[in-house]
């Protein structure tokens, strides 16, 4: 159990205790940062609770509770910005029923910063004393955000980015990366497997990105070139392409399977309508961290010129690429910590759901504002 997820041996060892010794709780709080698989942690956790076999992951029912159609597993995603009281008060109304297969039936809550204030009140009572067979896994990566009704009724599982060895050690061998690249993403993804992932999936767009970046205006005296900017956000606009095309794709097979499925043209638009939804939600997001990917790229590479103008070029995180900063780093440490004070400013932007392209043309001008005043 837990092999897609790598590294997080205390959370794994406290699940595994708990389910030989029957201390199980019936509301975990799965929370740390973004991209350390906890989501895809809660469901290998549900499929092992609701599966007669214990998630043994390879027989009929693990899979269908792993393709998310098992009658005792559900997952409440938000809509829009809420999880709804409407979203709510269905889950309330079936708890009364008895588990279909196993002797367990779990709800899976990503996101629980979204939940309503409503909603929350609605869950409140459930979560504290739920029938015997129910068990919540909330799930979210802003504690601080989680209204503290439902985190003080839950036990709290905190999930912590791993360490450099650790992650450089799974990219080299499950992505074949040979030993300074894997290092470099490691370092680079914070401790975050899964944003590790995102970056070993495709080496040429941080080249691409990388290449632009170093010709942009500020960071790279006398040799900046002016359409460079425009480039690196043409890298961003492309792969968010991508994102979207494959979110289209996806969608239609899904669309394909509800219609084989569903003869009854009601359910078949309910469900339909449910698909597109999540559809909508799932790209929104890949499209959000695909250029908060860009940012980070970018702020690693400036935070590297820092380290190097600082001398101490063992500790970057760009390790990879150790001789092309070391000759870019020209400026002193205080220009690249100015610079690195717009970067954060974006980071900001980017959460609160600013325009991306915009929020990133206001960083290349405030670059070359930087420039300018030096
Ligand atoms: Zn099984």
Request: charge should be negative.
């Amino acid at each position: 159990m837990f092999n897609d997820v790598p590294g997080q041996e205390k959370v794994k060892d406290l699940f595994a205790r708990a389910l030989r010794e029957r201390t199980l709780s019936h509301a975990y709080l799965l929370s740390g940062p973004e991209g350390l698989a906890k989501t895809a942690f809660a469901r290998e956790l549900a499929v092992a609770l609701v599966s007669t076999c214990g998630g043994c992951g390879i027989c009929p029912e693990c899979d269908r509770a792993r393709r998310g159609v098992h009658p005792d597993l559900h997952v409440v995603e938000r809509e829009g910005d809420l999880i709804r009281f409407e979203q709510v008060e269905p889950v309330i109304a079936d708890l009364g029923l008895k588990p279909f297969s196993g002797s367990r039936r779990v709800w899976i809550i990503p996101e629980v910063e979204y939940l309503h204030s409503a909603a929350a009140n609605k869950l409140l009572k459930s979560i504290e004393e739920p029938p015997d067979y129910v068990y919540f896994l909330l799930v979210t990566d802003r504690l601080e955000r989680v209204l503290p009704t439902i985190v003080s009724r839950c036990q709290l599982v905190e999930f912590r980015p791993l360490s450099d060895t650790v992650v450089a050690s799974y990219l080299r061998e499950s992505h074949g990366l040979d030993g300074v690249a894997a290092e470099a993403l490691a370092r680079l993804s914070g401790g975050a497997v899964e944003r590790a992932e995102r970056l070993a999936g495709d080496a040429q767009r941080r080249a691409d990105y990388l290449r632009h970046a170093s010709a942009v205006a500020g960071l790279a005296p006398g040799v900046s070139d002016p359409d460079s900017p425009a480039a690196f956000i043409g890298v961003l606009e492309r792969h968010q392409k991508q994102i979207t095309d494959e979110a289209q794709e996806k969608l239609k097979a899904r669309v394909g399977e509800l219609e084989r499925q569903f003869q009854d043209k009601r359910d078949l638009n309910w469900y339909t309508k449910k698909a597109e939804e999540r559809a909508r939600r799932e790209e929104s997001r890949l499209r959000r961290v695909a250029a908060q990917d860009a940012v980070d790229l970018l702020g690693a590479w400036v935070r590297d010129l820092w380290v190097v103008a600082c001398g101490a070029s063992d500790v970057l995180w760009n390790c990879d690429r150790a001789g092309d900063l070391a000759v870019a780093a020209v400026a002193t440490p205080d220009y690249y910590a100015r610079l690195m004070a717009v970067v954060a400013r974006t980071r900001k932007d980017l959460y609160l759901n600013i325009d991306q392209k915009l929020a990133l043309q206001a960083l290349f001008a405030r670059f070359e504002e930087v420039a300018e005043s030096a």
